[in-house]
């Protein structure tokens, strides 16, 4: 590695080369309490060594966390990279089917988990729950004790050059990150080490992280954007982190305010929150300079709103597949180029393309495509979905945007009807699935419906039959513990009859017009 080079390899020795030289140096601090760099480095080859002492994993095994952001989480994913594991971290917010469905494909030889969780999955069937139960904050009959992961200090480290059997190699998969497909089904994104330590890198560059960077991270953890974005990236150049079990207004205002961090991602609901807090126009944000947005369409009075404090507001587009870096503003670019995602990242390439494939010019909207080696080497267990999401090597994004005669990107629409809502994608066909089954309805359609706070909340239009009564209430009770509540509709509009084509197919755009009309 040369100096200042950003990309650090192996991704296990990212800690253990900060504790080297700046040992003292603040690596994470969690509700008060802070490790240095050193103190971080011992606590991942504690784990690391249990990991494999007492669990007996090994390179390849999967091991899953479910809870609220947590050192620990952060702590696995290092140790994990030193043993060739791989991290499946799960969205806490989804429905008890949902988390099943992940357990089920991913089959992972361990869970770590949170008390709040605890029933929940003893709930699962035997063939969903993994052979090993690891509580992370209480104790339970049938759980190993988390801390008795951290118990063996009577060895040397598993370390970069005295690898287990097939050691840690960039090539290594160390994330499974589940997204949904247009289907509905979740399908697992596999992000190598090499993957991550290239994001890393666009990260270094798209914020000009280094060691004296203060990062708060507040936005969920099994979210690429909440773990890869800032977090990650920090602890290879030396920052630190500021870790936030969930993300609370007043919360966040009083770290910044006291704590003083220099770098922050927020989503676009995020953003609206603070803004609307009453507490924003005096709060003291001047130690921020810049924050990350993303996710979705970020409306501009959101931007604005921070600019006009003084804070520039830059903007990442990618995908759980994409790790997520691909495009970026930097600071410099934000005022000038707002509503834009900025241009390509250093490490990588995108292309916009028309239907046919063929390069759209600059101003015409196309596809965007991204390529380069922070892209996902394929969705687990999935090869006919891997196919699909790539074309001659670039990863198909789905979504709709066009380039500036300088690179800029701006997104437009989504290709398919992915709704963004926050921080989350939502799929149609997931609900319309769920709400199909019901006795008396014909047919639903759902759309996304523009939110101020959201982004996009998610609508559903209902064919009933002719002698069916339902009301909006009646009908959704039908999703309560099927999916997650962030995923209802926040409308039911109930028609005669849905437009459709010559060949029967519902016209979705005429359904997305009504809102115009509004």
């Given at each position: 590695?040369?100096?200042?080079?950003?990309?650090?390899?192996?991704?296990?020795?990212?800690?253990?080369?900060?504790?080297?030289?700046?040992?003292?140096?603040?690596?994470?601090?969690?509700?008060?309490?802070?490790?240095?760099?050193?103190?971080?480095?011992?606590?991942?080859?504690?784990?690391?060594?249990?990991?494999?002492?007492?669990?007996?994993?090994?390179?390849?095994?999967?091991?899953?966390?479910?809870?609220?952001?947590?050192?620990?989480?952060?702590?696995?994913?290092?140790?994990?990279?030193?043993?060739?594991?791989?991290?499946?971290?799960?969205?806490?917010?989804?429905?008890?089917?949902?988390?099943?469905?992940?357990?089920?494909?991913?089959?992972?030889?361990?869970?770590?988990?949170?008390?709040?969780?605890?029933?929940?999955?003893?709930?699962?069937?035997?063939?969903?729950?993994?052979?090993?139960?690891?509580?992370?904050?209480?104790?339970?009959?049938?759980?190993?004790?988390?801390?008795?992961?951290?118990?063996?200090?009577?060895?040397?480290?598993?370390?970069?050059?005295?690898?287990?059997?097939?050691?840690?190699?960039?090539?290594?998969?160390?994330?499974?990150?589940?997204?949904?497909?247009?289907?509905?089904?979740?399908?697992?994104?596999?992000?190598?080490?090499?993957?991550?330590?290239?994001?890393?890198?666009?990260?270094?560059?798209?914020?000009?992280?280094?060691?004296?960077?203060?990062?708060?991270?507040?936005?969920?953890?099994?979210?690429?954007?909440?773990?890869?974005?800032?977090?990650?990236?920090?602890?290879?150049?030396?920052?630190?982190?500021?870790?936030?079990?969930?993300?609370?207004?007043?919360?966040?205002?009083?770290?910044?305010?006291?704590?003083?961090?220099?770098?922050?991602?927020?989503?676009?609901?995020?953003?609206?929150?603070?803004?609307?807090?009453?507490?924003?126009?005096?709060?003291?944000?001047?130690?921020?300079?810049?924050?990350?947005?993303?996710?979705?369409?970020?409306?501009?009075?959101?931007?604005?709103?921070?600019?006009?404090?003084?804070?520039?507001?830059?903007?990442?587009?990618?995908?759980?597949?994409?790790?997520?870096?691909?495009?970026?503003?930097?600071?410099?670019?934000?005022?000038?180029?707002?509503?834009?995602?900025?241009?390509?990242?250093?490490?990588?390439?995108?292309?916009?393309?028309?239907?046919?494939?063929?390069?759209?010019?600059?101003?015409?909207?196309?596809?965007?495509?991204?390529?380069?080696?922070?892209?996902?080497?394929?969705?687990?267990?999935?090869?006919?979905?891997?196919?699909?999401?790539?074309?001659?090597?670039?990863?198909?994004?789905?979504?709709?945007?066009?380039?500036?005669?300088?690179?800029?990107?701006?997104?437009?629409?989504?290709?398919?009807?992915?709704?963004?809502?926050?921080?989350?994608?939502?799929?149609?066909?997931?609900?319309?699935?769920?709400?199909?089954?019901?006795?008396?309805?014909?047919?639903?359609?759902?759309?996304?419906?523009?939110?101020?706070?959201?982004?996009?909340?998610?609508?559903?239009?209902?064919?009933?039959?002719?002698?069916?009564?339902?009301?909006?209430?009646?009908?959704l009770k039908h999703l309560d513990g099927r999916i997650a509540r962030f995923k209802w509709p926040k409308e039911v509009r109930f028609v005669e009859a849905l437009p459709r084509s010559a060949l029967g197919k519902v016209l979705r755009y005429r359904l997305r017009a009504e809102f115009d009309q509004d």
């Amino acid at each position: 590695m040369g100096e200042g080079d950003p990309i650090i390899r192996p991704l296990g020795d990212w800690v253990h080369r900060q504790a080297t030289g700046h040992g003292e140096r603040r690596a994470l601090t969690f509700e008060g309490e802070t490790w240095t760099y050193a103190d971080f480095a011992d606590r991942i080859d504690r784990l690391a060594r249990g990991l494999d002492r007492h669990l007996g994993l090994g390179p390849g095994d999967r091991i899953a966390y479910l809870g609220h952001n947590h050192p620990d989480l952060v702590t696995l994913v290092f140790a994990a990279a030193r043993l060739s594991l791989i991290v499946v971290p799960m969205n806490w917010r989804l429905a008890p089917p949902e988390l099943e469905a992940i357990l089920l494909d991913a089959e992972p030889d361990a869970l770590i988990a949170e008390e709040a969780f605890a029933d929940q999955i003893e709930s699962f069937p035997a063939n969903a729950r993994p052979s090993h139960l690891v509580a992370l904050d209480f104790s339970r009959q049938g759980w190993f004790p988390f801390d008795d992961l951290l118990s063996p200090r009577d060895s040397p480290a598993v370390a970069s050059g005295d690898k287990p059997a097939g050691g840690a190699s960039g090539a290594s998969p160390l994330l499974i990150v589940y997204t949904s497909g247009t289907t509905g089904l979740a399908k697992g994104a596999v992000l190598t080490q090499d993957a991550v330590c290239w994001n890393a890198a666009n990260s270094v560059d798209m914020h000009d992280l280094t060691g004296e960077d203060r990062i708060l991270t507040a936005l969920p953890l099994f979210h690429v954007g909440g773990l890869n974005i800032q977090t990650l990236p920090g602890l290879a150049v030396g920052a630190e982190v500021l870790l936030e079990a969930r993300f609370d207004p007043v919360a966040v205002l009083r770290i910044i305010a006291e704590a003083k961090p220099t770098q922050t991602v927020l989503v676009p609901a995020m953003m609206k929150a603070l803004i609307d807090h009453s507490g924003f126009e005096d709060a003291e944000l001047s130690s921020l300079r810049q924050i990350a947005t993303g996710s979705s369409l970020v409306p501009s009075a959101l931007i604005q709103a921070f600019h006009d404090r003084g804070i520039p507001v830059t903007q990442v587009y990618g995908t759980t597949e994409t790790a997520p870096i691909a495009v970026y503003q930097r600071a410099v670019d934000a005022i000038r180029t707002m509503g834009s995602a900025g241009k390509v990242g250093k490490h990588g390439e995108m292309r916009v393309v028309d239907d046919d494939g063929r390069i759209s010019e600059p101003g015409v909207p196309g596809e965007i495509q991204i390529r380069g080696p922070q892209v996902m080497t394929g969705y687990w267990r999935n090869p006919s979905a891997t196919d699909e999401a790539f074309c001659e090597g670039w990863f198909r994004t789905g979504d709709v945007g066009r380039l500036d005669a300088e690179g800029n990107l701006f997104v437009e629409a989504r290709k398919d009807d992915l709704i963004k809502s926050g921080s989350e994608r939502i799929y149609p066909a997931e609900i319309e699935d769920l709400l199909r089954a019901v006795d008396g309805v014909d047919e639903v359609i759902v759309v996304g419906r523009a939110d101020s706070v959201w982004g996009e909340v998610p609508v559903a239009f209902v064919q009933t039959a002719a002698n069916a009564e339902w009301d909006a209430d009646q009908l959704l009770k039908h999703l309560d513990g099927r999916i997650a509540r962030f995923k209802w509709p926040k409308e039911v509009r109930f028609v005669e009859a849905l437009p459709r084509s010559a060949l029967g197919k519902v016209l979705r755009y005429r359904l997305r017009a009504e809102f115009d009309q509004d």
